[in-house]
């Protein structure tokens, strides 16, 4: 089986698709979106939360 095969394949039961660690969801129109895994949710979660903190101390030294 060819890897065209294996991907259409996957779709086709799933409609979903993994390219490395990254997996997509295909979409009604033909275009893939990627779908957020629970490292990245972590890691996006960890940047807003220093952002936060760092707005925070900036307002505190405006003070």
């Not at 086709?12 to 997509?24: A, V």
């Not at 972590?42 to 405006?62: F, P, S, T």
């Amino acid at each position: 089986m060819d890897f065209c095969r294996a991907m259409a394949k996957s779709l086709i039961i799933g409609g979903k698709i993994n390219i490395g660690e990254q997996s997509f969801k295909l979409q009604a129109d033909g275009s893939f979106i990627p779908i957020e895994t629970e490292r990245q949710r972590e890691e996006r979660r960890v940047a807003l939360r220093q952002r936060i903190k760092n707005i925070g101390e900036m307002r505190e030294n405006l003070s």
